[in-house]
Structures are given as C-alpha cells and as structure tokens.
C-alpha cells in the first residue's frame, strides 16, 4: 500500500478522508471480525492437517493468512481507537506510528508481494512439476523463494521504518500517523519501495494470472482433457480469485500513484486516492474468505457442522413443542 511518491504527500495527506467516522468505524468492524474468524480457522485446519499442511501450494497462502492477520489484528483496531478517540492516535507515541506504520506498509505489500510470487508459483507447480519432485527441487523451486521473501519483506521495512536515517514527522490528528514515513521522501528508497513493493507485484499478479489461464486452456485442449484437470482446478481457481481481488482493490490505487509520479497534478484524484487506500483493506478482508471457500475439505467440514447444529435445533424445538402440547 503507499500513499504517496515523493512531493504528492502535501496533496494526499494534510486531509482526512470524507467518509464520516462512524461510518468507516462499522465498516472496519464488520469487515474485520468475519475476516480474522476465517483466518484462524485455516490456521487451525492447516496446522491440524498434515495433509494440507505438507501440500506445496498451501505454505504461501498460509503466509498470506498471516500477514493479513496482522493487518487485521493491529492496523484496523488502530484505526477504530483512533475514531473512537475523537480523531486522535493514542497513545500519542512515535512507537505506536512506527508499528502503524510497519503493518500498513510492511505487512500490507508483503501481502502482494507473496501472491505475486504465488501467480509464478503456479506456473511451477502446474506445468514443471518435476521440479519439486525431489527434496532438493523442492527446496530450490519452493522453500528458497519463500524464505528469501520473507527475510526480504521483514528486513527492508524493519530497516526503512525504524532504522533509515532520516527525521519522521507525527501527526497524531490523522489516521496512520499522516502515513508519511520519512524513507518515502529518499529519491531512492521512496521510488524502489513504490516500484518493486507497489507496483510491480500489483502488475504481476494481474499478468502472470491471466497467463496462467490462457495457458491451462489451451494445455486441456491440446491434451484433450489428459492434463489433470480435477488436481490442478483448484489451485487455479483460488490464484485467479485472489488476483481478481487484487486487480480491483489495490491496483487502481497503485495506477493512480503512479500517473502523479509521471507528471499528473497532485490535486487531481487527490480525493479519490483517499478513497482507495481505504477499498485497499477489502483485499485483506477477502483474502481468508477466498480461500476458506476454495478448501473445499474444510469449507464442506463447516457447512456440515453448521447444517447438524441446525437440525439439532429444529429437533429440540420440536420436542419442546410436543411437550408442551401434552402438557397443555
């Protein structure tokens, strides 16, 4: 997620967005506890399951489901104590902005940075399987990216947020501290974090989708249906979800950053990019929801469950009732 590039931060974020608070107080609510419910019941079942615990395409939407946690479990209720708190950051730190701060930016691209790489993955996993059929494979085509990912995501943020030296400004009377770290005004820090943790990954998962689809169509056409259709449809299923979200969500926030740092007018879409920022959030919402029901094991689970406690209810309802009639 970014905000600003560079000299568009006087134009993006000396304003609150215009949507009342109460109103952006329940919509964070309702959209954030149905969101962090679903991630921990796939954290349950995956670290539950060995099964889905050991499959290949499982270990990145697992690290999706936790970035998005603490998206969900640190950046919303931010954001609702600040409402609550007539509009101000408390406690009014620079410890509680530079954690704001780190959620926001670090986790959130962490986010498109790892279904970035899970577009890519499925190519793998997909058409070159026999890369991941030996423990050494596995290791170079699979564990390697991830890890090399991951320490990628958390040290450059961890370096750009708390450790670049260069004075940040607090605005405790704006959500997010003013989002306006100071590394984002370094000609260089500020254009490879909006490049490569903004942009690119948002312009991957939208291409490398699409390419995969084009690519499991015409494979299941010129094999006449011998690919293994039934295996792979849900790992296609699930990426091109989740790309689509990403597509609608993030990328016309990054597209409009974009066009400023290319020479558009700092007020034009000034408003809107408020707005996206906050649509933004939807895609972390969604995520766990997209992918609880492409686990179609543990989705089937619940639904059973859930249809038991109901039959379970009419029965105990209709017992009551006949002995209340017998009574009477």
């Not at 970014?2 to 949507?19: G, M, R």
């Not at 030996?134 to 450790?163: D, E, N, S, W």
């Not at 699930?238 to 007020?267: K, R, Y």
Request: aromatic share 14%.
């Amino acid at each position: 997620m970014t905000t600003n590039t560079n000299d568009s931060e006087d134009a993006f974020e000396s304003l609150e967005v215009s949507i009342p608070r109460p109103i952006r107080f329940w919509l964070f609510l309702l959209s954030d506890f149905p969101s962090i419910i679903c991630s921990f019941i796939l954290l349950i079942y995956f670290f539950k399951n060995q099964t889905a615990r050991q499959t290949l395409n499982n270990h990145v939407i697992i690290i999706l489901i936790i970035f998005g946690l603490g998206v969900e479990l640190i950046d919303v209720p931010s954001h609702l104590a600040y409402i609550i708190n007539s509009g101000i950051v408390k406690p009014s730190t620079p410890a509680t902005c530079l954690i704001w701060w780190f959620v926001t930016y670090g986790l959130y691209n962490g986010e498109q940075i790892f279904l970035a790489w899970a577009a890519i993955e499925r190519h793998i996993l997909i058409f070159n399987a026999q890369w991941t059929l030996t423990k050494r494979g596995q290791f170079y085509a699979h564990y390697l990216p991830l890890i090399i990912l991951l320490l990628y995501v958390l040290l450059f943020y961890i370096y750009a947020i708390f450790l670049f030296p260069c004075e940040n400004t607090y605005d405790y009377t704006l959500p997010v501290c003013n989002a306006s770290p100071c590394y984002q005004d370094d000609p260089i820090m500020g254009m490879w974090d909006f490049i490569v943790n903004n942009l690119l990954p948002g312009l991957l998962i939208a291409f490398v989708s699409i390419i995969l689809l084009v690519r499991v169509i015409r494979q299941k056409q010129r094999l006449k249906q011998q690919i293994q259709w039934h295996k792979y449809r849900r790992m296609t299923i699930q990426l091109l979800s989740m790309a689509i979200l990403g597509i609608i969500f993030i990328l016309p926030l990054n597209l409009l950053s974009l066009a400023h740092l290319c020479g558009l007018f700092e007020d034009i879409g000034a408003e809107e990019e408020q707005y996206l920022f906050y649509i933004a959030y939807i895609f972390t919402f969604l995520i766990p929801i997209v992918c609880l029901y492409s686990t179609p094991e543990l989705y089937k689970k619940i639904k059973m469950k859930l249809w038991c406690r109901r039959q379970h209810r009419i029965g105990v309802n209709t017992i009551n009732d006949r002995t209340n009639n017998t009574i009477r």
